[in-house]
């Protein structure tokens, strides 16, 4: 069982940083893809950014591309995702994800979860 805690929201104005940590534990991390999803209040979880395991192949959502990193430190079983020039649309809870197979930007497909992490842009 792969346990997933995030950390590194908060509050920031527009046009700020913020660095996402998600730390993992009870698997072997090093073989797992990882995303990145948030899901701001009255809509649907959605794909912010995926990991590869291997080769660290990145993909992004359009919203994000630019401004947006993710990257992972399998010595440290950990992902982060980099989020600069924040927009208040960015607003939302940010979850990390982990998946037993191949990478993959739909949110059903990921197997492992964490709690989330709030993330708020004033304007």
């Known amino acids: 069982q792969v346990q997933l805690v995030e950390s590194g929201g908060g509050l920031v104005q527009a046009g700020g940083s913020l660095r996402l940590s998600c730390a993992a534990s009870?698997?072997?991390?090093?073989?797992?893809?990882m995303g990145w999803f948030r899901q701001a209040p009255g809509k649907e979880r959605e794909f912010v950014a995926a990991?590869?395991?291997?080769?660290?192949?990145?993909d992004y959502a359009d919203s994000v591309k630019g401004r947006f990193t993710i990257s992972r430190d399998n010595a440290k079983n950990t992902v982060y995702l980099q989020m600069n020039s924040l927009k208040p649309e960015d607003t939302a809870v940010y979850y990390c994800?982990?998946?037993?197979?191949?990478?993959?930007?739909?949110?059903?497909?990921?197997?492992?979860w964490g709690p989330g992490t709030q993330v708020t842009v004033s304007s």
């Open positions: 994800a982990a998946r037993l197979r191949a990478t993959s930007i739909v949110v059903r497909d990921y197997d492992y």
């Open positions: 009870g698997g072997t991390f090093k073989n797992y893809p």
């Open positions: 990991i590869s395991w291997r080769v660290s192949i990145t």
